[in-house]
């Protein structure tokens, strides 16, 4: 059977850099890998950011978002039906940051799904610089994913002290409380991984590698109003040195929502650079290849506000907006 591999996680907690690292320690192992990438919205900026690892040992595939979770569970599974003809041992999953953990339990034990796959390992990545105050749906997709989390893998712990950390896993049990779910974390627990991705060796990736998954049961949350929401700017030119700065003060703008997420590239004139933000960490760096796009994700965006910002800001004629 082919070993399905889920890597969950809130918006912004590094999901995609550890798959970066996650797959290509499979590979350095000989084991054939795919990648089964869902953005929050219909574009899907982590494809762009992970194209380099296509090769003959790791091939990416797309679920494209912005649709309904009746729509997503079909476009899930088609994926999976596909990609078990084509010779995987192992697929490793990135969800977007609100994806609910149970579709992923409920469509593997669909037919004939249960018969080619079986599930391997839930890593949950955790943010050092977790907000103290998230949204109710934000509290409950973070106690929903640890519940059934293998490893808790902490991301962004560099400079960080224990003290520090101690506090976020607090969060975590606080989120846990919340959902009824009676799994607590302690910082010295087998599976609370708190290392410095940089200083992670070949032992600590095979830990992660075989850490399971576990399934403690919680109360359930339906959301009938939907909040969280993802635009689209496209076109948008501007001195590179400024666009750090833009998105910056587009977090401190209370006027425009609650932005949780800022990331997608931008033309310059030796290639492009790539914009990875969130309220406590932005990043502009340079990439080979990129898309003339930015993507804000965030609850009660105000849509028109924020198009105007950009509009204020961009030199670009061509410049849209969705």
Same mark, same amino acid.
């Given at each position: 059977?082919?070993?399905?591999?889920?890597?969950?996680?809130?918006?912004?907690?590094?999901?995609?850099?550890?798959?970066?690292?996650?797959?290509?320690?499979?590979?350095?192992?000989?084991?054939?890998?795919?990648?089964?990438?869902?953005?929050?919205?219909?574009?899907?900026?982590?494809?762009?950011?992970?194209?380099?690892?296509?090769?003959?040992?790791?091939?990416?595939?797309?679920?494209?978002?912005?649709?309904?979770?009746?729509?997503?569970?079909?476009?899930?599974?088609?994926?999976?039906?596909?990609?078990?003809?084509?010779?995987?041992?192992?697929?490793?999953?990135?969800?977007?940051?609100?994806?609910?953990?149970?579709?992923?339990?409920?469509?593997?034990?669909?037919?004939?799904?249960?018969?080619?796959?079986?599930?391997?390992?839930?890593?949950?990545?955790?943010?050092?610089?977790?907000?103290?105050?998230?949204?109710?749906?934000?509290?409950?997709?973070?106690?929903?994913?640890?519940?059934?989390?293998?490893?808790?893998?902490? *991301?962004?712990?560099?400079?960080?002290?224990?003290?520090?950390?101690? &506090? +976020? %896993?607090?969060?975590?049990?606080?989120? $846990?409380? =919340?959902?009824?779910?009676?799994?607590?974390?302690?910082?010295?627990?087998?599976?609370?991984?708190?290392?410095?991705?940089?200083?992670?060796?070949?032992?600590?990736?095979?830990?992660?590698?075989?850490?399971?998954?576990?399934?403690?049961?919680?109360?359930?949350?339906?959301?009938?109003?939907?909040?969280? *929401?993802?635009?689209?700017?496209?076109?948008?030119?501007?001195?590179? &040195? +400024? %666009?750090?700065?833009?998105?910056?003060? $587009?977090? =401190?703008?209370?006027?425009?929502?609650?932005?949780?997420?800022?990331?997608?590239?931008?033309?310059?004139?030796?290639?492009?650079?790539?914009?990875?933000?969130?309220?406590?960490?932005?990043?502009?760096?340079?990439?080979?290849?990129?898309?003339?796009?930015?993507?804000?994700?965030?609850?009660?965006?105000?849509?028109?506000?924020?198009?105007?910002?950009?509009?204020?800001?961009?030199?670009?004629?061509?410049?849209?907006?969705?």
């Amino acid at each position: 059977m082919i070993q399905i591999d889920l890597i969950t996680g809130i918006l912004g907690s590094g999901k995609t850099t550890f798959i970066r690292r996650y797959i290509n320690y499979l590979n350095s192992k000989g084991i054939k890998t795919a990648a089964l990438l869902n953005d929050h919205g219909a574009v899907n900026v982590d494809m762009i950011l992970l194209k380099d690892l296509e090769s003959e040992m790791c091939h990416l595939e797309s679920i494209a978002g912005g649709c309904d979770a009746d729509c997503y569970r079909r476009r899930f599974k088609t994926k999976l039906i596909a990609l078990s003809m084509m010779g995987f041992t192992r697929v490793v999953m990135e969800p977007s940051g609100i994806f609910d953990v149970d579709d992923f339990f409920d469509i593997l034990n669909e037919e004939p799904l249960d018969k080619w796959y079986k599930i391997g390992n839930i890593i949950t990545i955790v943010d050092a610089c977790l907000d103290e105050e998230l949204s109710h749906q934000s509290e409950f997709i973070l106690g929903s994913q640890a519940a059934n989390a293998g490893a808790l893998l902490f *991301s962004k712990t560099s400079g960080k002290s224990e003290a520090e950390i101690k &506090e +976020k %896993l607090s969060h975590v049990n606080s989120a $846990l409380d =919340k959902i009824s779910c009676r799994r607590t974390f302690a910082i010295d627990d087998d599976n609370v991984i708190t290392k410095d991705w940089n200083a992670l060796k070949d032992k600590d990736m095979e830990k992660i590698a075989s850490c399971g998954y576990q399934q403690y049961s919680y109360v359930k949350e339906w959301f009938n109003e939907k909040t969280s *929401s993802t635009h689209y700017f496209m076109h948008v030119t501007m001195e590179a &040195e +400024k %666009l750090k700065d833009f998105a910056e003060s $587009l977090f =401190k703008d209370a006027s425009v929502g609650e932005i949780y997420r800022i990331k997608g590239f931008m033309p310059v004139d030796d290639g492009w650079v790539e914009l990875n933000a969130t309220r406590h960490v932005t990043t502009l760096k340079p990439i080979d290849k990129g898309q003339d796009i930015f993507i804000v994700i965030g609850d009660n965006l105000d849509f028109k506000k924020l198009d105007e910002r950009f509009r204020t800001i961009t030199t670009n004629s061509e410049y849209t907006s969705i």
